[in-house]
Nanobody, 124 residues
Framework: QLQLVESGGGLVQAGGSLRLSCAAS????????AGWYRRLLGKEREFVAG????????YYADSVKGRFTISRDNDKNTLYLQMNSLKPEDTAVYYC?????????????????WGQGTQVTVSS
């Protein structure tokens, strides 16, 4: 099993920045593609950003492109999401996930491993 634990959420004003982290343990994190998702209040979970196992390719939802950056440090078994120019509509619970296939991460909600989520609240 791969365990994932998110951190870094919190309350920030509109226009501000936050960096989320996702610490992986239990299996070789570098063998997995990974991604970030979010669930806005009253809505379904949605894809935010994805990254291949090597970090060589990244993918973003249109709503966050140009504002969010996904990255990973396989030596530290950690996935990151740098969020800049935050908007109130970015308020959500953010989850990290991992799967062997990048296509599963970027196009489905069926990734094999999930974290418990971290709350991000953006005030106007």
């Amino acid at each position: 099993q791969l365990q994932l634990v998110e951190s870094g959420g919190g309350l920030v004003q509109a226009g501000g920045s936050l960096r989320l982290s996702c610490a992986a343990s239990g299996r070789a994190f570098e063998n997995y593609a990974a991604g970030w998702y979010r669930r806005l209040l009253g809505k379904e979970r949605e894809f935010v950003a994805g990254i291949t196992w090597s970090g060589g390719y990244t993918y973003y939802a249109d709503s966050v492109k140009g504002r969010f950056t996904i990255s990973r440090d396989n030596d530290k078994n950690t996935l990151y999401l740098q969020m800049n120019s935050l908007k109130p509509e970015d308020t959500a619970v953010y989850y990290c996930a991992a799967d062997e296939a990048i296509a599963v991460v970027t196009t489905t909600l069926l990734s094999s491993y999930w974290g418990q989520g971290t709350q991000v609240t953006v005030s106007s």
